[in-house]
């Protein structure tokens, strides 16, 4: 029982951080067709400039925020200069193009920052014991801040101005451009909210298992996997997914080792392929 | 006002549009007749540069649409009722006019009073107005297509068979609101079917055969002597 509990919070929180890391890439996803294989590495850079600028000023919130923004417009940048010629071809293509990326932004770290691991120290300080274990507050205040910024999200999409020209965007693009919205503005906002998003979800994880170069590649998988269980392109359903998935990777883990409690999420991903291909958190479309 | 000159398009590479030429001139309502694949939706396509143009010059206002982006035609006055509509389903009915309404440019104050218009001449938009716009009939969701293209508040309207399948009630409706529009003084080439109704709506008539204008009238011309209409339509 205790063994329970202890891993239900383990797998929200986990759930919450790949909620935003997937949310980006859903987004993006949605919008524009693209499947961004560059996400865990915006994450993975996010990171490194939040440890940079933690490392400068000290203050953890300030690295969140900038890493934020400095991802964001690193993301507009590529949005512009390598996706958007490349809007209208062969979805290979782009495929190729983002996992281009992936390399470029893994070894321009590697060459900044070096192969050691940095560490990211816990804003929140303290621990509580929960049975026999003792669990940082830092974990809730992660999972509860990846809520808020996911619910902020939430809000901006349902009732901003500019939401609803994402969401119109995403639903009918032609329709969009006839309406006056300017698409192709809407969708390097998009790339960079979906950046941002990734960045965020690097400084607030960077405290669990400190920054690598590498680490993107594992979050771009596991979001992927989220992003299809969830359904393409649908929010919410990502959102789902990910408390889902880590979860079942929670409890799984409470028999197997952690390792092998990641096989779990594969499983899950296969299964919805073959039974719910448009998602699990989808109406079966009529 | 809108001028088609010559006007060649291709899908692919099958030849779909031959030389159109057709006028709209300021307030007036055109109409645009013919069979079913005549071409009639692909020349509103080619205004809205949906289709790839391979000949010929489309201007508005003395301007090349050429140069315009797609989403640069609502600021210069045009708006489009497409043929399905192309309601954003999952967008409410406000939602789908905020699209429009939300403009740089507009004041709120501006804004709330063109709602109110559109509320006033659909009242039925504004009791549905936080539905989703995918859950409408077929007529409403026609009215809310047509009330999306008013909120950009227009000089024209193309305007696509805004009367297929509807019940005779709602098609006595949509004609009411053609009648406002060109009243207002929004010029609208109007895409039909119902020739009674366009007839009665547009001021001149085009008729298109086989991807070419073949034929160019008033409408009262056409009143009197039906037997192009026939020719051409089989009515």
């Known amino acids: 029982m205790e063994q329970i509990i202890i891993q239900t919070l383990h797998g929200l929180v986990n759930g919450m951080v790949l909620a935003m890391v997937a949310s980006g890439l859903t987004l993006i996803f949605g919008i524009m067709d693209i499947v961004n294989f560059a996400h865990g590495d915006l994450l993975m850079l996010g990171a490194f400039v939040g440890a940079s600028v933690l490392g400068v000023t000290g203050n953890y919130w300030l690295a969140l925020v900038a890493a934020a923004i400095a991802v964001a417009v690193l993301g507009a940048l590529l949005q512009v200069t390598t996706l958007r010629p490349l809007i209208g071809r062969d979805p290979l293509t782009t495929i190729l193009a983002t996992f281009g990326i992936s390399l470029v932004l893994q070894q321009y770290a590697l060459w900044q920052w070096g192969p050691s691991v940095r560490r990211i120290s816990e804003p929140v300080p303290g621990e509580f014991t929960l049975f026999h274990l003792q669990y940082p507050w830092y974990r809730i205040a992660t999972a509860l801040l990846a809520g808020l910024i996911l619910g902020g999200l939430w809000l901006f999409l349902k009732y901003g101005k500019y939401g609803i020209w994402i969401r119109a965007t995403t639903q009918d693009r032609v329709m969009a451009q006839a309406m006056g919205i300017p698409v192709p503005l809407v969708y390097t906002a998009v790339f960079a909210i979906g950046s941002a998003m990734a960045a965020a979800s690097g400084v607030l994880f960077g405290p669990f298992a400190g920054v690598t170069q590498t680490m993107g590649f594992d979050f771009t998988l596991r979001a992927f996997i989220v992003v299809v269980v969830g359904g393409m392109g649908n929010l919410g359903g990502s959102i789902l997914a990910s408390i889902f998935v880590s979860l079942l990777e929670a409890y799984a883990a409470i028999v197997v080792s952690p390792a092998q409690a990641v096989i779990v999420s594969f499983v899950v991903l296969v299964l919805t392929m073959l039974f719910r291909p448009t998602g699990l958190f989808v109406p079966t479309p009529k | ?235």
């Open chain 2, 1 to 235: 006002m809108l001028v088609l000159e010559n006007v060649d398009a291709h899908y692919g590479k099958s030849h779909v549009l031959h030389g159109v030429s057709i006028e709209v001139r300021e307030g007036e309502v055109v109409g645009l007749l013919g069979r079913n694949g005549v071409g009639k939706t692909t020349t509103l396509k080619a205004i809205m540069g949906l289709v790839r143009r391979t000949g010929g010059r489309i201007a508005f206002e003395g301007r090349d649409l050429g140069g315009v982006a797609p989403h640069g035609l609502a600021g210069l006055g045009i708006a489009w009722v497409p043929e399905e509509r192309r309601i954003f389903r999952l967008l409410t009915v406000l939602e789908n006019l905020r699209t429009g309404l939300d403009r740089p440019g507009t004041t709120p104050v501006r804004r709330e009073r063109l709602l109110e218009k559109i509320y006033r001449y659909f009242p039925i938009l504004r009791e549905r107005r936080h539905q989703a716009g995918g859950t409408l009939s077929g007529g409403e969701q026609q009215m809310l297509a047509i009330a999306r293209a008013m909120v950009l508040e227009p000089k024209i309207i193309l305007l696509d068979e805004p009367t297929e399948g509807l019940m005779p009630r709602m098609v006595a409706q949509i004609q009411e609101i053609v009648h406002v529009l060109h009243r207002d003084g929004v010029a609208i080439l109007l895409v039909e079917q119902n020739v009674p109704l366009t007839l009665d709506a547009a001021g001149r008539v085009y008729i298109m055969e086989k991807g070419a204008v073949r034929h160019h009238a008033s409408a009262a011309d056409l009143r009197a002597d039906p037997r192009v209409i026939h020719e051409y339509l089989g009515v």
